[in-house]
């Protein structure tokens, strides 16, 4: 063969840019086991058909990629100008092991393709064969050349992995193990054991029972039955405590997972193993927290109601079983919060739980029910005796005042009783009846006085009934009354005349509201003021009172006009010291109804006054601004104190109908009632007697100078236009 017919000069030639698609199809069509790949018009490289088994290896994508991205660029080539026989093509084929080998011009053109097999077949066979034997050996020495170093890399990556591996599992706080199924041999254990469970990892290399032998005695048992279930189950995932060495318990999580073979025969047990102490102490924490106090410690209301309902199953099960609850509010408590502030309360409200805890016996609850309210749940009691003595023992135990920043606040509680057992409270869903029982108790000790206790009995519950039903026909008849649409109110003003005892003239009238209920009838103001303190609902019922009253005396007093004008007493609750805007009200009040402030009088106890120096103080001063005057009603009753009748502005004292009954019947009584007018008239304050119903007591009062009186002896009081007419007939008369 000559050296032109060993050189393909139309090879197969495509664009750089065209597909592997394209090139292999024209390999099919030219029988050519490689295309030339130029660009314009130079050679740029070349891709043979172990390219292409190579490239589909590798590239699922590979009919679309582009040749350029896959090609051999650096291609050996042979230049036409060293063509000079069929050995100066065979050199280049032998010496770099070449299928093919393009011929270019001297500006990199294609001029031909010569490939090895063509060669061969123009050589005598045992030649060819030689060479194409070397080539062989060649191509398959490259081969294992290829993989050698294929094989080092992978070794490398390995080993890189490893330690990368070993890395991670020495610096996770998580301690991750692997153990023969059966033996249990430690087969791999990461250094983080060391920090979980306070020992050597040679430890557990050394003694392979050592897990086993730290977990906490109460919980070998549930791990022996995790670890044998696991074998059935696959995963098995357990909390429990182990010890140690210096015998500090711990919280783990363990997660294992048994590894099998093809044939599901276990090979091993893999696991993690990670340390919740904190965390299992934060859930206890907020298991804690949510049956307790905050503020207190004590167990709040849920842990009670909890405690309740199991002291009832008890109670079912036994039918002498007796248990008391004891429903505490502190006395006064509002006012100690509101003058010294929350912080000071809170305080004082934990000074109060440490002290009922000292009360109670062992077994029973003392919880915090909210607020300033307590409760302690006596366990097997005799009697009612029993509970008794508790309730002494925590009024004897809060009559010790509680001293806080250098100042003693004194505090009492009333306490509501209540005796129970499996025939009182049979169902344990009656914890609600229970504490609603306890609290009626309770409000009826507060009822009595303060610093008292009260046992529960069925009658307190009909007749807090009543006073609940009695509350919402009150809040109704308000409504009713104080709407400006209103146009049937059941309440109305009735005054009651006060006379000047030395000139038996009238001098002035004190408002005084009844009500008529459209069922009941005449509701007493005994039966429904009360009531209405409690409620705030006082606030808006006086209002009222103090408007129609202000309107009423008005019209009196252009109807009836006299030197020194009627002038007008009305009642004032201590809850508008609580609320603002009663200055407001006033004025407006006076605006609206033209009256002269200097003839309205408003009536207030000692009991406001002591219990809201501060706000009496301010409030006192400001309707002496406005002239209108203060009266000190029912003095005698209560605190009965000199400094405050010199430290505040009143104008007039009321002496309590109490005394005036008593009037001439007893020497004491007597005395008491010369001195209060006496400490009037050296205060140069105006004196009325309340309750004043015969001509005798008139003449004695009026022996003592007591200026003014009131009371059915003089009048009854009447609704306004009875009234009316009685001034009409005074008048006359």
Not at 75 to 93: E, F, M, R
Not at 631 to 641: A, Q
Request: aromatic share 8%.
């Amino acid at each position: 063969m000559t050296v032109d017919k060993a050189i393909d000069k139309t090879p197969p030639i495509v664009s750089a840019q065209a597909s592997v698609k394209e090139a292999i199809a024209l390999m099919k069509q030219t029988q050519v086991g490689c295309v030339l790949l130029v660009e314009q018009q130079k050679l740029v490289g070349i891709l043979s058909e172990r390219d292409v088994l190579k490239l589909i290896d590798s590239r699922q994508d590979w009919q679309e990629i582009a040749i350029a991205q896959v090609m051999t660029q650096n291609l050996v080539t042979l230049p036409v100008k060293d063509v000079a026989d069929l050995s100066s093509l065979l050199h280049p084929l032998r010496q770099h092991c070449l299928e093919y080998l393009p011929i270019v011009t001297e500006d990199n053109r294609v001029f031909g393709l010569v490939t090895r097999a063509t060669i061969l077949q123009s050589l005598p066979p045992k030649i060819a064969e030689a060479i194409d034997t070397s080539a062989r050996l060649k191509q398959e020495l490259e081969a294992y050349r290829e993989i050698e170093e294929e094989l080092r890399i992978n070794e490398q990556a390995l080993q890189l992995n490893q330690n990368r591996l070993d890395s991670i599992l020495s610096s996770i706080e998580d301690v991750v193990w692997s153990i023969e199924p059966y033996s249990l041999q430690l087969l791999f254990l990461n250094t983080a054991v060391e920090q979980v469970y306070g020992r050597k990892l040679a430890e557990f290399i050394e003694n392979i029972e050592l897990w086993r032998e730290v977990i906490h005695p109460e919980d070998k048992e549930r791990v022996e039955e995790a670890l044998n279930a696991l074998y059935s189950t696959g995963r098995e995932e357990l909390e429990y405590r182990i010890l140690l060495p210096d015998g500090e318990s711990r919280w783990i999580r363990v997660r294992a997972r048994l590894i099998t073979d093809e044939e599901g025969t276990p090979i091993r047990i893999n696991g993690i193993t990670t340390d919740i102490t904190e965390r299992h102490k934060i859930q206890e924490q907020l298991r804690h927290d949510a049956f307790h106090d905050g503020l207190t410690g004590l167990p709040n209301r849920n842990l009670l109601i909890d405690r309740l309902k199991q002291t009832i199953r008890r109670s079912q099960r036994r039918d002498d079983y007796r248990f008391a609850l004891l429903f505490l509010d502190l006395d006064r408590f509002k006012i100690i919060n509101d003058s010294l502030g929350h912080v000071f309360g809170d305080r004082l409200l934990v000074s109060v739980a440490h002290r009922l805890e000292k009360c109670q016996r062992a077994g029973d609850t003392v919880a915090r029910f909210g607020g300033d309210e307590f409760v302690i749940l006596l366990e097997e009691i005799a009697d009612a005796n029993d509970a008794i003595q508790i309730a002494n023992r925590v009024q004897n135990a809060l009559k010790t005042p509680i001293l806080i920043d250098n100042q003693e606040i004194f505090v009492a509680a009333s306490i509501g009783i209540v005796i129970g057992n499996s025939r009182t409270y049979p169902n344990p869903e009656q914890v609600t009846d229970l504490l609603r029982d306890a609290d009626i108790a309770m409000y009826r000790a507060k009822s009595r006085s303060q610093g008292n206790y009260e046992v529960f009995d069925p009658s307190m519950y009909t007749y807090a009934l009543k006073r609940l039903q009695l509350e919402n026909d009150l809040r109704r008849a308000i409504v009713r009354t104080t709407s400006p649409e209103a146009t049937q109110p059941e309440f109305s003003v009735y005054y009651q005349p006060i006379f000047s005892i030395a000139t038996q003239q009238i001098e002035g009238f004190e408002a005084l509201v009844r009500w008529q209920h459209p069922e009941k009838g005449t509701i007493s103001p005994v039966d429904f003021i009360a009531i209405a303190e409690e409620t705030g609902l006082i606030v808006p019922l006086d209002r009222w009172v103090l408007k129609t009253a202000c309107y009423q005396l008005r019209a009196w007093q252009a109807q009836f006009p006299m030197p020194a004008p009627l002038t007008m007493s009305v009642n004032l609750s201590g809850k508008h010291f609580y609320q603002p805007g009663l200055i407001e009200f006033l004025d407006s009040v006076l605006e609206e109804t033209g009256l002269d402030g200097s003839t309205l009088k408003l009536e207030i106890t000692e009991s406001i006054v002591i219990e809201n120096t501060e706000a009496a103080a301010v409030m006192l001063k400001q309707l002496r601004d406005r002239k209108v005057q203060a009266c000190l009603d029912d003095f005698g009753t209560g605190y009965s104190s000199l400094s405050y009748l010199h430290s505040f502005p009143f104008n007039t004292l009321k002496i309590d109908r109490s005394f005036i009954k008593q009037l001439g019947m007893e020497e004491e009584n007597d005395e008491i009632v010369k001195a209060i007018v006496n400490l009037g008239l050296i205060l140069r304050m105006n004196v009325v007697a309340e309750g004043v119903e015969t001509p005798e007591q008139v003449a004695q009062l009026k022996d003592l100078n007591c200026h003014y009186g009131q009371g059915y002896w003089f009048s009854r009081p009447m609704n306004g236009e009875a009234m009316t007419e009685f001034l009409l007939g005074a008048i006359e008369g």
